[in-house]
């Protein structure tokens, strides 16, 4: 596909898992990149992202943390925020086969009965479902602000490690932005 563009790549995330086919009619590029990378999210639960670096096309496990890298509070940060909410929340989630029968769930039950029902279904051509399902359940999503002196290595989806006591934030994120 890179060559029909005359693209060149980069590194591309290998994701170890099989895609036998998926067909596509007059859709872009990137959709097509990315459809196949989701299909990968639902086995092995990992996010991708598609980037140019310089001009050569890369996709990129979402999170790789930058080595020798550290935001710390009073050295980087300049301010920060964190806030917390249930809009995507999903903790229960149906499993159908092929034949559109219901065939399993997975839910997380401390949830349901902290926070009321979230549900999805997700839909299997083989197997149990179950490891495609517990994909599916996210908990609440915890967003923080830093602003920060810059570094030319961060950027969009990599990951980094932050050690900030006036908001909490300690440990692994990604930049999103």
Known sequence: MARDLKLSTGSLARTNVPISKMFFSE????????????KAH???????????????????????IISDFQLVQGEYVMNSSVSENLDSMVNRVYIYNSDNKKIGSVSNADW??????FQNTVSVDSGSGTAEAKNELS?????????????????SGLGIVIKD???GLKGK?????
């Open 27 to 38: 859709r872009p590029y990137y959709e097509i990149i990315m459809a196949a990378y989701t």
């Open 42 to 64: 639902k086995k092995n639960g990992k996010q991708y992202i598609a980037q140019m670096n310089g001009e050569k096309l890369e996709v990129i496990e979402k999170g790789k």
């Open 173 to 177: 994120f990604w930049i999103e932005n």
């Open 139 to 155: 908990g609440i999503d915890k967003s923080a602000s830093l602003n920060a002196i810059g570094d030319i290595r961060c950027t």
């Open 165 to 167: 006591s006036r908001t």
């Open 112 to 117: 349901v009965k902290k926070y009321g029902v």
